[in-house]
């Protein structure tokens, strides 16, 4: 069984930053790719950012320059280290560990909010 734990949400002003969390255990950490995520109510869930088994990372556009994805895969773990946090970067941000369509896990989320 694939356990994906998010931390490290909070209320945060704006201009702010926050470090979150994934900590993965039950598979072999190092053969999946590993993807933030984040919803918002009424909208689609959208990839923030993501890093590959062999460590190459990909941003949308919103927030290029501002946050930073890593993993350590001798902790099993992911961060989002995040920065000069907006409003509109509000939303539960989600974890997920990819290898196949199958092999596809996603951890309950922690809430970001970015209000003054």
């Known amino acids: 069984q694939v356990q994906l734990v998010e931390s490290g949400g909070g209320l945060v002003q704006p201009g702010g930053s926050l470090r979150l969390s994934c900590a993965a255990s039950g598979t072999i950490f190092t053969l999946y790719a590993m993807n933030w995520y984040r919803q918002t109510p009424g909208k689609q869930r959208e990839l923030v950012a993501s890093?590959?088994?062999?460590?190459?990372?990909n941003y949308v556009d919103s927030v290029k320059g501002r946050f930073t994805i890593s993993r350590v895969n001798a902790n099993n773990t992911m961060y989002l280290q995040m920065n000069s946090l907006k409003p509109e970067d509000t939303a539960v941000y989600l974890c997920?560990?990819?290898?196949?369509?199958?092999?596809?896990?996603w951890g309950q989320g922690t809430q970001v909010t970015v209000s003054s």
């Open positions: 997920n560990a990819r290898r196949t369509s199958v092999l596809d896990y």
């Open positions: 890093i590959t088994s062999g460590g190459r990372i």
